[in-house]
């Protein structure tokens, strides 16, 4: 009896646990589909109640007012070419610290580790960007936005390529496979989950950073989502409504990216697990 006393409690406590996080996570989210859909004047009289009549017409103003189909473009660009190029980059900079082919490999490593606890250094960058004319266009902003995965992109990969037997590479010496090719046909495939991680980390960083714009960016046309709904509160601080539209909009393909991924993720975290 005690022990089934004890399996209730610790179900009740789970399950209660589920719920409390539950509210702190998605209530927030809920509100804010609420208010997309709530027109202005029924919104303004009686903020907490859910819409009478659902206003769908939101999202057609807040998309032509913020200039978001464009900003989106912008940012799907910046995303991808910034994310896919730190999990490369990561992946070049792993396999010699993995297997020691250089000098204080173990410094470089906690070198690049320290990265993923340091804030970014937007005065640094933004000198950095005036001086090598990375100011105000797309490729500069790109190449100021490889920073923030590529810590955690070679702390990953250097923990997956050091499970990889070195008489493999040994193999692949005496087969003649070049060291590109050995990367791209043995490596790539065996730390799959890691770079998989990478590219998704470093696409959910630069998607959703909103300083890097402000600071780095000054023409409208180059915007991504983030600045453009930056500007749009701006502009528009009582349209609580169409903001919220807004941000229901630009949150859309991340959401849809990560449903889509959630197989992969989840044969990722598997693999992971039993390699580890």
């Not at 208010?35 to 907490?48: G, S, V």
């Not at 206003?55 to 070419?81: C, D, K, M, P, Q």
């Not at 000054?218 to 915007?223: G, I």
């Amino acid at each position: 009896m005690r022990a089934l006393a004890a399996k209730r409690s610790r179900v009740v406590y789970r399950a209660s646990g589920a719920v409390v996080i539950g509210l702190i996570f998605f209530l927030p989210v809920l509100y804010a589909v609420m208010i997309a859909f709530e027109q202005p004047a029924h919104f303004l009289r009686n903020p907490l109640a859910p819409p009478l009549h659902p206003a769908f017409g939101n999202f057609v103003l807040a998309w032509r007012a913020a200039n978001l189909g464009e900003e989106l473009l912008n940012t799907v660009l910046y995303s991808v070419v910034a994310s896919a190029t730190s999990t490369v980059l990561g992946l070049l900079i792993a396999f010699p610290l993995a297997r020691r082919l250089i000098r204080r490999a173990s410094a470089v490593y906690g070198a690049l580790a320290a990265g993923l606890f340091l804030p970014f250094a937007i005065i640094p960058l933004f000198v950095e960007a005036r001086f090598l004319h990375l100011y105000d266009n797309r490729i500069g902003y790109i190449i100021l936005h490889v920073e923030p995965g590529l810590p955690l992109a070679v702390v990953l990969l250097t923990a997956f390529i050091s499970s990889v037997p070195r008489e493999m590479d040994e193999a692949a010496v005496l087969d003649g496979a070049g060291y590109l090719r050995y990367l791209v046909a043995v490596i790539v495939p065996l730390t799959w989950p890691a770079l998989l991680i990478s590219f998704l980390y470093g696409f959910l960083a630069v998607w959703n950073d909103i300083i890097g714009p402000v600071v780095f960016l000054v023409r409208p046309s180059l915007f991504p989502v983030t600045r453009g709904i930056y500007n749009f509160y701006g502009a528009n601080q009582s349209e609580w409504t169409l903001l919220a539209a807004a941000i229901i909009l630009a949150s859309l393909p991340v959401v849809v990216l990560f449903i889509a991924s959630q197989r992969q993720l989840m044969q990722s975290t598997i693999a992971g697990a039993t390699k580890g």
